[in-house]
């Protein structure tokens, strides 16, 4: 890689584990950092803009980007497609931007591939009992969806290890350091 070349950072967790809130705490103190805006065929949760949160697609248009080698990566996770548009993410990094993708398991697997030099952390809650607390606690999710995020979340923490390195989001503030200094932001 040279000089001039932004560096890859992927962040995968299970879902409420907080990556959302850390990944906001660190593109406010750190705007140089271009953050991917995945594709999904999940709908807007309330507050969820087009092109801010996600770019919302139906199955068919997110089918059909995947068929023209458009996503970077891609997965399904709990019942929706996930996918990372790959063309912004080349240019942002030939542009010299840190970038960062917050993506799970299955694309952070993907991405690993293609871009071996990546910087890949795994953010960990506490415990299996917080994990739950903070998705209950978000209110967003159905209980089938709460349930299927939790079983998928059993999962993804026994991957861990595949990791450069493993973040335990306990304390908001230290996790945000941690995450700064894997990133080489400080
Ligand atoms: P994710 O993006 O991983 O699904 P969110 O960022 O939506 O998770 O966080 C899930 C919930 O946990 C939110 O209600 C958030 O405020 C809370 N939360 C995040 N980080 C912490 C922390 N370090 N301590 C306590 N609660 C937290
Ligand atoms: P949510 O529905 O809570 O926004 O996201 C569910 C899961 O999808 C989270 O684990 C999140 O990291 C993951 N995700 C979001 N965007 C992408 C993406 O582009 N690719 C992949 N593989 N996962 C994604």
Not at 81 to 87: D, M, S
Not at 118 to 135: A, H, N, T, V, W
Request: charged share 25%; proline share 5%; net charge negative.
């Amino acid at each position: 890689m040279s000089g001039s070349t932004g560096r890859l950072t992927v962040i995968t967790g299970p879902s409420g584990v907080g990556k959302g809130t850390l990944v906001k705490r660190l593109l406010d103190k750190h705007p140089e950092i271009w953050m991917s805006i995945s594709a999904t065929t999940r709908s807007p949760r309330e507050g969820e803009l087009e092109g801010v949160s996600y770019f919302f697609q139906s199955r068919e248009s997110f089918d059909q980007l995947v068929a023209k080698n458009g996503l970077l990566e891609w997965a399904e996770f709990a019942g929706n497609c996930y996918g990372t548009p790959r063309a912004p993410v080349e240019q942002a990094l030939e542009a010299g931007h840190p970038v960062l993708l917050e993506i799970e398991l299955e694309g952070a697997r993907q991405v690993r591939r293609s871009f071996p030099q990546g910087m890949q952390i795994f953010l960990s809650p506490p415990s299996f009992e917080e994990l739950e607390r903070r998705i209950r606690g978000r209110g967003t999710d159905s209980e089938e969806a709460i349930t299927r995020r939790l079983s998928r979340a059993r999962e993804e923490m026994t991957a861990q290890s595949e990791f450069d390195a493993a973040v335990i989001n306990d304390d908001l503030d230290a996790a945000l350091s941690q995450l700064e200094s894997l990133m080489q932001l400080v």
